[in-house]
């Protein structure tokens, strides 16, 4: 186990490095940045010595890799961001341990996700996930709701209880007009923010950027990154 936290502490230092060096080769400070470690494959072990290292934003993708993960790790001071494309019979799960849902993509989702945050007695923070591979009313081969169809999905989060729209998430794609253009995927996700945030001033959060890609979205203005691989290692498959 000291092996394994000397190793994160190393892995650790280099991306806070990265989003550094990133912040300030952008002109921004550092504290705008905030790091979410992708925690999925890994176990509630590695949570734990991540917290001790000060890491508070850890993700999953896979409800049934995060709900016991969560229960195990529930005495740490932890935000648990859900981050993968859910299905509606995952919501009470979800809404159960996750503070922070990035991958709000369609009214019937928030519908699920207010009323089980009602439910469970909890305001729920809502990322609309943006998908830059979809045209007009499609949406994304990796999940998220097509550019225009941003506003009329906010509107429905604001107006549901139990929720509390954040800001906007998208995943760089792999195809179409931005496949392979990661900064200027995600200078129009920034794009989509501003123009969210003059509707929903307090909706000011973009996440954006991974292992590979974290300097692009620090550069274009990203307020958060999503960093798994450069943290935890390459994953092992799963079977």
Not at 84 to 102: D, F, P
Request: glycine share 10%.
């Amino acid at each position: 186990m000291t092996d394994r936290r000397t190793e994160l502490a190393e892995n650790l230092a280099r991306v806070e490095d990265r989003i550094s060096t990133a912040c300030a080769k952008a002109g921004r400070p550092r504290d705008e940045v905030t790091l979410i470690v992708v925690t999925k494959t890994y176990p509630a072990s590695d949570v734990r010595l991540l917290a001790e290292l000060g890491v508070r934003h850890v993700a999953e993708n896979r409800d049934q890799d995060a709900a016991p993960k969560a229960a195990e790790c529930a005495d740490l001071p932890l935000t648990w961001h859900f981050v993968g494309q859910l299905q509606t019979n995952k919501v009470r799960s979800v809404a159960g341990y996750a503070g922070v849902v990035q991958s709000v993509d369609r009214a019937k989702l928030v519908t699920a996700l207010s009323g089980e945050a009602v439910r469970a007695g909890r305001e729920l923070g809502c990322l609309i996930q943006v998908a830059l591979d979809a045209g007009s009313g499609e949406r994304g081969d990796r999940g998220g709701v097509a550019p225009d169809g941003v506003a009329a999905l906010a509107e429905a989060v604001t107006a549901a209880q139990g929720l509390r729209l954040d800001g906007v998430m998208t995943v760089a794609p792999l195809a179409g007009p931005y496949a392979a253009r990661q900064l200027a995927a995600f200078e129009r996700l920034m794009e989509i923010s501003s123009d969210l945030r003059t509707a929903h001033p307090a909706a000011n959060m973009v996440s954006a950027g991974m292992s590979a890609d974290l300097e692009d979205a620090v550069a274009a203005g990203a307020t958060h990154v999503r960093v798994g691989t450069a943290v935890l290692g390459v994953r092992p498959r799963l079977g």
